[in-house]
């Protein structure tokens, strides 16, 4: 028998392939879960390393690029159906969720890993799979060590240097906060900042869009300094650029990512095994290796050269863990005021 | 002495058309030769210019290790653009066939709601329609995306395709009813080949904006659903990927290529 | 007959335009008038009206929709006589120069103007190197730059019109002129220049909108330190989750660029009207 392509066939089976994802539930294995991560190296890496170990278990992970602030828009527009059924955040959005009562409490005794987790990753709402330690990120072969913030706007080195972003970004927010203690104010009082931007906006090298596009420009020889993980200077050492990685004088803002369960998922169980499976040894240790070098929340998990190179553990214990609660009461407004002050 | 005066000013003239025009076709274009030669790029990263030439990015690109995740994002594109084209073809020809059958006031009264889309920026159209979505208790979908595609770009359809129908003969189509076939028959018969070049034309731009646009499908896709140019910026965000180079080179050439025989099927500018 | 048979065949697609394209439309506006308690109030607008960074942002929406109008016209005429004058040949080969950058993915044209505009770009470079720079600098995230990506890409919006009807013209009338010894900017000013006009006016309103309203380019090239419209829709959605507040944004957007647009449209009208007389 000969299969023939005539015209009715050939009709028939592309309509059928090109009809696939309009019956999407028919396509999908039952036990399938949708898992956010922010876009990018933690993408790839959820991708590669978490879903593979949670396929172990029979959990089939897709994994959706979502910024956290994106994460929770997205939440809050189709409250009815979420449309992740687990979420990767950080503590500031994780405040918002549960005020929204978006994300469920989880039962610990259904993760076998959860024993292993040192006890600040333990928390109600699911485990912090890593802690991000924040700093300055800088070319060493255009630009001295900076010492903190405020030596950005001070040293003479880095007069149209240094790029910032607004309040949307977790990373920036820290940064702004540490400077804003720095000039008298906090998490409360953030005109310090807003004084110091408006006297000194030219001193600046860039005002970005997104933690991300900082990265393209500094690529592309635009800035030498921005705020930055630990993540991003690991990255950007993988594409085979110079870049070194500054604590400020004032301390390293840290910041943990956890994993939530949101309120409505498809799939509970699917969700703990892949929960399991992101504070795993196994995921763990490779997402401490480069190009990732992810601080592991496992305590089992030995630093890697990698890691140590930026973070030891008594820099973890001195880091600054922000205050999200007051943060996320002015957020709305410091985004609106940021905007007005750096508007050209 | 005037003689010398109108030569200047002839001379003027024709340094404006040609000095002008041509560096005005030199800037149109530029761009799209830079993308394609950063596109064969032998760096990691993308900075001007390129200190080598290789086809590495092209091999990463296809490499299904590597790059499954642009090879998804361009599936997602090319069906959601094949859909909406489809979608878009169903009610812009005949509507654009209606409209050319009747009168003149009518038609004037009642094109601007066919054509709005075409002005009104998609961003504020993709946000109600997310907003009516959720009145609604749906979620995103990929439905929604097709649908929302075919709203913003069937105008597109509609105009290539009136175009061509405004020069069918009437006649012919009277004729075939005279002869006893039914309206339904004669429009699919006699009127619809005759619209094909219209459709051809409109089909192509509505696929190419379809497969290009972001702002509907970022407001109404579910999150698993990622398309080609959402993906290629995160790409150009996070890292000036150079795979972004080997994608905008590849979308290059089959562009040049669906024009020029597209251009010799059904030019888009008839000449006289 | 068949000029009632019209209807039957329009009817989809004004189903549609109406059930999926106003509809959505009205909702919004109803959604931008809706206070906190879901009473009716103009709360949202009074609020953004009120406020003079606002309104200002609005303003340099318009102003850059009108400067990247005024530069389209200013390499597209030229195209578009150049089109005029070539034969056959080069005239498929305008034709297609300017489709191309139009059917070009949006990201590919606004990856390209990164690299152009950069620190380390062709710009910048022969800049210095002609001496016309003492250093390399960025156009990145300045309006100049903005505005040059802007043109570039809304360029064939204004020509294709133009070359639509140039393409169909009668060579004639302006031979005749020709041969009555009229000069050439005569010529163009009497007889091609109003033969284009309703397409250059068409072709304005197509760029005024795409210019205005394009997110990507506007964030990416522009930066956060130029803020648009658009950029305000969004973040009032993506980060700080006012529905009502963004819906009032758009609406007001959509009003002003509308306002503009009939504007550009009423002209065309006018200068058509005085052609006819």
Known sequence: MTLRLNRRNFVLGSTTLLAAPFIPKLARASNSIVAAAFPGTWEDAFRSIVAPIAAQSGVDVTIAPALAQDQVGRMMASAGSPPYDALLVSPGQTAMLEEAGLIEEIDPSRLENWDLLIESAKTPFGPHVTVEVNGIAYNPETVPTPSGYLDLFENPAFEGRAAWIGFGSNTATMAWVELAKLLGGGADNMQPVFDLLAEKIDWIGAIANSGNAQQTMYQQGEIDVFMASTGNVARLRSLGLPCNFAHPQSGSPAIPVAIHMTKGASNPDAVYAYMDAAISTAAQSQLAEPPTGYVPTNSEVPFTDLIREFVTPETLANAVYPDWAAINRNRAEWTAEFDRVVAL | MRDLRERLLDASYWLFVLGFGGFALFYM??????????????????????????????????????????????????????????????????????????????????????????????????????????????????????????????????????????????????????????????????????????????????????????????????????????????????SLDARVGAISGLLIAATILTLIIVQRLVPFVRRR | MLRQGGTAFILPMMVMMVLCFLAPLGVLAVASITGPDGQVSLANYRQFLDDSFAVGVLWNTIFLGLKVVAAVTLLGVPIALMYWHAGPRWRTLILIATLLPMLTSNVVRTFAWIVILGRNGPISQSMVELGLSPRPFSLLFTETGLIMALTQIELPLLV??????????????????????????????????????????????????????????????????????????????????????????????????????????????????????
């Open chain 3, 160 to 277: 294709l019109p133009i070359i639509a009807v140039l393409a169909t013209a009668d060579r004639r009338l302006v031979d005749a002129a020709e041969m009555l010894g009229a000069a050439r900017w005569r010529c163009f000013l009497t007889v091609l220049l109003p033969m284009m006009t309703p397409a250059i006016f068409a072709g304005w309103v197509l760029v005024f909108a795409s210019a205005t309203t394009s997110f990507v380019t506007h964030s990416v090239i522009g930066g956060a330190r130029l803020i648009y419209m658009p950029q305000f829709v969004y973040r009032e959605v993506g980060i700080l989750f006012q529905w009502p507040m963004a819906a009032a944004i758009s609406f007001l957007l959509l009003v002003s660029t509308g306002a503009v647009m009939i504007a550009l449209t009423l002209l065309a009208r006018h200068r058509r009207l005085a052609a006819c007389a």
């Open chain 2, 29 to 238: 274009i530029a761009p799209i030769g830079i993308a394609v030669l950063m596109s064969f790029t032998d760096g990691a990263t993308l900075r001007f210019p390129p200190q080598g030439y290789s086809l590495r990015w092209y091999r990463a690109l296809i490499d299904p290790m590597q790059s499954s995740q642009i090879h998804i994002a361009a599936w997602n594109s090319l069906s959601i653009a094949a859909w909406t084209t489809l979608g878009a073809a169903l009610v812009a020809a005949p509507a654009a066939y209606g409209l050319s059958r009747m009168r003149a006031r009518s038609a004037t009264a009642l094109e601007p709601v066919l054509l709005s889309p075409l002005v009104l920026p998609s961003l504020v159209y993709a946000l109600a329609a997310l907003l009516v979505i959720s009145n609604l208790g749906l979620s995103p979908a990929y439905g929604f995306v097709v649908a929302g595609h075919i709203v913003v770009f069937a105008p597109l359809m509609y105009r290539t395709s009136l175009a061509v129908a405004q020069q069918i003969d009437p006649s012919l189509a009277e004729a075939s009813t005279t002869l006893g076939a039914g309206r339904v028959r004669t429009f699919a018969r006699v009127t619809m080949p005759a619209l094909v070049p219209g459709v051809l034309a409109g089909g192509f731009l509505v696929f190419m904006q379809s497969m290009d646009n972001v702002s509907v499908t970022l407001f109404l896709a579910d999150p698993r659903t990622t398309v080609l140019p959402l993906r290629m910026f995160a790409m150009i965000e996070e």
